[in-house]
C-alpha cells in the first residue's frame, strides 16, 4: 500500500506482476488442486462482482476460470446457470466469425445442462442445442449437427424452430455437395411443417398444373 500526501493509507491500491514470465513461475508452484481451487474462486468472484454490462464485457475472461474448474462444480443449479454464460459467450463468438471457439464453448454449454435438460430448463436447452447444431455445421462436424437438430426435432412443438433446424440440415447437405439430399430434406420439412406437397418426380402436367396454380 503506499500513503497519500495527507498520509491516509490507500487500500484500493491494484497489483500486478513485474512481468508474464514471472506469473507463469508463480503459477506453475501452485498444485493442481489449488489451482481448481483458485480459478473457481476467481470465477465467482467475477459472477458476482460484476453488473451483468461488465460480465458481458468479460465473459471469455469469466468461463476461462471456469473452464478450469469445472472438475469441483457438482451443483446442478450452479451449471445451468453457468451454461446460460456459455451461450451467451459461444455466441459472440461465432458473431465473430470464430467459429472452432464457439463450437468448444457451446459444447461445454451442453456438457453443464446435461442430457436431461430438455424437461428442467427447455428454453435454454433449446437455445444451446439450435446454437451448437450452427456451430457444429461450420466447423463441418456433421454428426454433432445432426444428434443436435434431431433433438430439437423431437422435443420442440415451435415450426418455426423445427424449420430452422432442417434449414441447417440442408445447409450441411449442400456444404457436402449432396443435393439430392438438401432436396429430400426440403420437400420433408415442406411437408412437415408447411403442409406443402410436391411429387417426389414431378412430370410436365405437374409443372402445368402448378403454374395455373401460381397465375390464379
Known sequence: ?????????????IY???????????????????KLQLHYAIGKILMT?????????????????????????????????LAMWYLKAGVKAKKSVAYKQAFDI???GMQLIGPDSWSRIPA???????ETAEAAYLVSDFATMDLNTMKIL????????????????????KSENDMPKALQI?????????GLKFPKKPGKPDILLADRKSVV
Open 154 to 173: 423431437q422435443y420442440s412443438t415451435d415450426p418455426i424452430v423445427k424449420a430452422n433446424a432442417y434449414k441447417i440440415r440442408m445447409q450441411s447437405a
Open 186 to 194: 426440403g420437400i420433408e420439412v415442406s411437408r412437415k411443417i408447411f
Open 124 to 130: 435454454l436447452s433449446l437455445q444451446l442445442h439450435s
Open 49 to 81: 462482482g460484476l453488473n451483468e454490462e461488465e460480465k458481458e464485457e468479460k465473459i471469455f475472461d469469466l468461463i476461462y476460470h471456469f473452464n478450469a474448474s469445472l472438475n469441483i462444480i457438482r451443483d446442478q443449479s450452479e451449471k445451468d446457470q
Open 106 to 108: 457451446l459444447s461445454v
Open 1 to 13: 500500500y503506499f500513503t497519500s500526501p495527507e498520509g491516509e493509507n490507500q487500500y484500493n491500491a
Open 16 to 34: 500486478k506482476f513485474s512481468h508474464d514470465q514471472v506469473q507463469k513461475a508463480a503459477y506453475s508452484i501452485v498444485s493442481d488442486d489449488e
